[in-house]
């Protein structure tokens, strides 16, 4: 039972405008939710994280955002670089320490 | 900047071989865990050790996948005897606090089961 799913596994935008990536989850116990990047042949490298305590984190050209009642997040990239084109996954966990769940990733391409 | 080391980083071998993969999580890391990605998913947990104990072993295969952090650094997962169903990328990660802390994750080791 996934209980985190990414439904989009492909995403292309242009140069310069914004990229959003979606996750759902089941689990209501889940608190505390990661972003990460991955690029081919490499492990995944940390993004961005937020708490259940927050809506929104922001770093840099990166914001996450989190709807707690729709379980539901968001990551947004403005602007859009060709460097960002890489398989995105958003894990979550809940707050017992227990592992990571990591959604099915969302491949996005950035054209130039 | 401090790093999670795997090795090998590619491993082809042949069904009902034995495989082994190494791992080193950065340094004052207590937690270690071994992910499994296939490809085309995310990754999905193998082990967890908290220090030299395991924490949730619940989805490792026991019949063929072992693990071990006897010291409570590094790490070795064993696959005896390997499958095709094996074939996957093998992600070992290190985190400082297992509840709130980022997972940082090595390069991986990249099995191909013939």
């Known amino acids: 039972d996934q209980q985190v799913k990414q439904n989009s596994p492909s995403l292309s935008v242009q140069e310069g405008r914004i990229s959003i990536l979606n996750c759902d989850y089941t689990?209501?116990?889940?608190?505390?939710f990661l972003w990460y990047k991955k690029y081919p042949a490499e492990g995944p490298t940390f993004l961005i994280s937020?708490?259940?305590?927050?809506d929104k984190n922001e770093d840099g050209r990166f914001t996450v955002f989190l709807n707690k009642s729709a379980k539901h997040l968001s990551l947004h990239i403005v602007p859009s670089q060709p460097g960002d084109s890489a398989v995105y996954f958003c894990?979550?966990?809940?707050?017992?320490?227990?592992?990571?769940?990591f959604g099915t990733g969302t491949s996005l391409t950035v054209i130039p | 900047e401090a790093e999670v080391a795997q090795s090998p980083r590619y491993k082809i071998t042949e069904k009902s071989q034995a495989v082994a993969f190494w791992c080193d999580p950065i340094?004052?890391?207590?937690?270690l865990y071994w992910y499994r990605q296939i490809l085309g998913q995310g990754p999905e947990l193998l082990v967890q050790?908290?220090?030299?104990?395991?924490?949730?072993d619940s989805q490792l295969p026991k019949d063929r996948f072992s693990a071990e952090r006897l010291k409570g650094v590094d790490s070795t997962l064993k696959i005896q005897p390997a499958e095709l169903g094996d074939s996957a990328m093998y992600l070992c990660?290190?985190?400082?606090?297992?509840?709130?802390?980022?997972?940082?994750f090595g390069e991986g080791s990249r099995l191909t089961v013939l």
């Open positions: 937020i708490s259940s305590i927050k």
């Open positions: 894990a979550a966990s809940d707050n017992t320490g227990n592992q990571f769940y």
């Open positions: 050790f908290q220090d030299e104990s395991v924490v949730d």
């Open positions: 340094s004052g890391h207590a937690t």
């Open positions: 990660a290190s985190s400082i606090d297992p509840v709130f802390g980022e997972l940082f």
């Open positions: 689990n209501s116990m889940f608190d505390y």
